[in-house]
């Protein structure tokens, strides 16, 4: 049973973290994070870093999908730019990585604010079509722009340069991804908060009420779209620095889509539904892999690509159908199970 | 150097060809959407598996065109009929976003399971539709874009005619207009979404054989959808005369755009058209002007 819970301060009551326990376990999670690439070999550590991206980029989804209520399937298309701007930078100009990082953002943030003025007009579905449409428009500019994106053959990033040491190897640069990736999630959780955050989420809840209530929805609505795009843009550089090559056909549809995915799976409108469902989603492919090989087909490999796709796909649905609000959901029963535990059972 | 017009005439006439093809799947979006308020992204998927299916019994089995025909028709009904019935009745009453992306995984799956059992390489259809090109005065389409248009109208004309006619067209019409009086009136709605649903799914299969004798088939032709969907948003969503307009126009706009900047700017033409639309008229040409603004 949970005790000593009872807050005293408007600031206790709006807490991330209320109990001594829940501290705990997350230094424990900090420690583990640390201590994980240590006790690992390469294939988990790329794992580690994909997912942290995923995680991060995400998150970003969720601010703008499961906080704001704008359904986006843009969301590859800002990591596009920001990847570009990485690999641009880098490699012409060789900027300090974080810069690079910050600048990747702020692009990919300009891209977000202009593809989210229809949604001052539109929103629903045809908003989720006009972000269909921008991402293509984003693919063609990053496919016949050659001067700055190097056209279809795309750009070699060179590895990012952190104090001197050059982070070319999966152990070093899940040092620069990782800690990126719990500031941007800290941040996200933070922001629901504050003033800006809360405004999110009124328009989420009803956009007509949050007008009268005095928020105003262009600003909001646009500021949503630019922070989600930030993160997607500081995922896609931190992708750029990871791959270390960027073509027009690494940030496809089915990259939006695998982020919608993610947050639907996890769970639209909580911090822990993105991470987990960014977590699960990235997971799934590897595992299924693990059983594809352990099955006693000869193709194996043939059949992995269209199992995975199905998986994906059956993935979604199933979610929709039967557990709409996501892993968060199922976790929150978890938890309150063992809160109620001698009295309920 | 003077404007060549038999070559416009030529590449505009492609274009409506592809354009019937647009019109008859924008049919079987807006069939769906009318009765049932969903907005399916998988209708591409849903043409590629009828496509395939025409393909496993045409060449697999070596059955006689027409009989693999009828076969393909059949799956493609029965696959509607089961994709309502599991996965998008239970979600009857949710947002239309949910049901949007339920959509979006069906198409993976549909994908997959193409994948799986025919594998990623493209196919050929076998030919089955007369072969000598058609001169239409001076200009020269390939048989298959006309034969392919052919097809596509009398479709759209035999569904107008079945939707002005037959009993489940009217009730499917009275369904669309307003449910719940529908309903009161002793029309079988759940029904009517199943009959929209196995309709809709037998007339994509039509467009996907059709489609896949033209341009073959692969695992990827799904994409063919995301043109459609330009086509019913420029006509409205619950129009069926804008999804006739709007796929003849799109057609047209892309075999221009095709023909006179090039292949890459085919797609690129359709959604800045698409992106134009949503800004300036967001129902479309002839939809109904519904949608909440804000």
């Known amino acids: 049973m949970r005790i000593g819970t009872a807050p005293q301060t408007y600031a206790a009551d709006h807490a991330l973290l209320d109990t001594r326990t829940q501290w705990a376990w997350l230094a424990a999670l900090g420690l583990a994070l640390l201590a994980f690439p240590f006790m690992v070999d390469e294939y988990w550590l790329y794992l580690a870093c994909l997912v942290a991206i995923n995680v991060a980029s995400a998150t970003g989804l969720n601010i703008l999908t499961g906080y704001t209520g704008l359904v986006s399937l843009g969301q590859a298309a800002f990591m596009g730019l920001g990847a570009y701007t990485v690999a641009a930078l880098e490699a012409r100009f060789g900027t300090p990585a974080l810069l690079n990082l910050v600048a990747a953002g702020v692009v990919a943030m300009a891209g977000g604010a202009i593809v989210g003025i229809p949604s001052l007009r539109v929103k629903g579905l045809y908003l989720a079509i006009a972000t269909i449409a921008a991402s293509f428009i984003a693919h063609f500019v990053f496919a016949n722009w050659t001067a700055v994106t190097g056209g279809t053959a795309g750009l070699s990033v060179p590895p990012a340069r952190l104090f001197g040491l050059a982070l070319d190897t999966s152990f070093r640069i899940y040092w620069l991804i990782v800690p990126l990736t719990v500031l941007m999630v800290a941040g996200a959780a933070n922001l629901f908060r504050t003033k800006i955050g809360r405004a999110f989420i ?128 199922i976790w929150r029963r978890v938890r309150r199970f063992f809160h109620l535990y001698p009295f309920r059972t | 150097m003077s ?14 060809g592809t354009g019937g093809l647009y019109a008859l799947t924008g049919l079987c979006f807006v069939l769906i959407y009318k009765a049932t308020r969903v907005v399916n992204l998988a209708i591409g998927e849903m043409l590629m598996i009828g496509a395939y299916v025409f393909f496993a019994f045409a060449v697999g089995m070596a059955l006689p065109t027409w009989l693999a025909i009828l076969g393909a028709l059949v799956a493609g009904g029965l696959l509607g009929a089961v994709v309502e019935r599991t996965m998008i009745r239970p979600m009857l009453g949710e947002s239309p976003i949910s049901v949007f992306m339920v ?192």
């Open chain 1, 202 to 329: 009124a328009i989420r809840d009803r956009d007509i009420s949050a007008d009268v209530l005095g928020i105003p929805l262009l600003r909001y609505k646009l500021l949503s779209f630019g922070l989600s795009s930030f993160y997607a843009g500081v995922a896609g550089g931190l992708w750029a620095y990871f791959f270390r090559v960027v073509t027009p056909e690494s940030f496809p549809l089915l990259m939006s889509i695998f982020f919608l995915a993610a947050i639907i799976v996890g769970g639209m409108g909580t911090i822990l539904g993105g991470i987990l469902g960014a977590v699960f989603m990235t997971m799934v492919p590897e595992l299924l892999k693990l059983i594809v090989g352990w099955l006693p087909f000869d193709n194996a490999a043939v059949v992995l690509s269209p199992v995975r796709t199905m998986v994906f796909g059956a993935l979604i649905v199933g979610f929709l159908i039967f557990e709409p609000h996501g892993l968060a959901e």
């Open chain 2, 3 to 16: 404007f060549d017009w038999l070559f416009l005439l030529e590449i505009s006439l492609a274009g409506i």
């Open chain 2, 103 to 294: 959509t979006v995984g069906l198409a993976s799956i549909l994908v997959g399971l193409v994948e799986l059992v025919w594998g990623a390489n493209p196919q050929r259809l076998p030919e089955f539709m007369p072969q000598d090109p058609v001169m239409i005065g001076e200009a020269f389409i390939a048989s298959k874009v006309f034969y392919g248009f052919v097809v596509a109208a009398l479709l759209v004309a035999a569904v107008l005619l079945v939707f002005r006619f037959w009993r489940g067209g009217v009730a499917l019409r009275a369904t669309a207009s307003d449910q719940a009086a529908a309903y009161s009136m002793g029309i079988n709605v759940p029904r009517v979404f199943s009959l929209s649903w196995t309709f809709a799914g037998a007339l994509a299969a039509i467009a996907g054989i059709v489609v896949g004798a033209i341009g073959g088939i692969s695992s990827t032709m799904g994409v063919f959808g995301l043109s459609v969907l330009v086509v019913v948003i420029f006509g409205g969503l619950d129009s069926v005369l804008g999804a006739l307009i709007g796929g003849l126009f799109i057609g047209l706009v892309e075999a221009w755009a095709g023909a006179y900047l090039g292949g890459e700017y085919e797609l690129l033409v359709t959604f800045i058209l698409l992106v134009l639309i949503l800004m300036v008229r967001p129902y479309g040409l002839f939809g109904t002007a519904e949608i909440e603004r804000l």
